[in-house]
């Protein structure tokens, strides 16, 4: 994905006006390297949190017990993000770390059931609060 591209993303992205079938997995992924990379780690998370909860409901979804944000997922992957753009001296958004970002094997859909088990990830607390891991420690910074 180009700068550009990803420019418009979050654009779209914050007005509420990105179409449903392409705030895709990768989406969630550039969206959140982006915040990462424009504002220090607490604002990114509250920035990044508040910002899925507000597209949700601005295309007619909700958040829910069952649906919409979740918190242990949203934490545990910008936590995997953080680390790839510490461990690679990251410190500005390009195409080329956009790209690398997405080679990343934390991108893969089912990443994160190496750390936990489907009953923790499928919980209600797990969606509405953060969660250790059971099957290997957190990754969190």
Known sequence: ??????????EQFENCTLPKERW?????FIMAFWYCLQYPLP?????IRDGIK??????????TDSSGYHETITLFYISAIANFIIANGITELSTHHIN????????????????YTKEQLTSVEARRIWIEPK???SLLV
């Open 24 to 28: 895709t997995h990768e989406a969630h």
């Open 100 to 115: 690398g970002l997405l080679q990343q094997p934390f991108i893969a859909r089912d990443y994160a059931y190496r750390f």
């Open 1 to 10: 994905m180009t700068l550009e591209k990803t420019t418009r993303l979050i």
């Open 135 to 137: 099957l290997q420690p």
């Open 54 to 63: 507000k597209y949700n409901v601005g295309v007619g979804g909700q958040n």
């Open 43 to 47: 604002t990114a998370v509250h920035k």
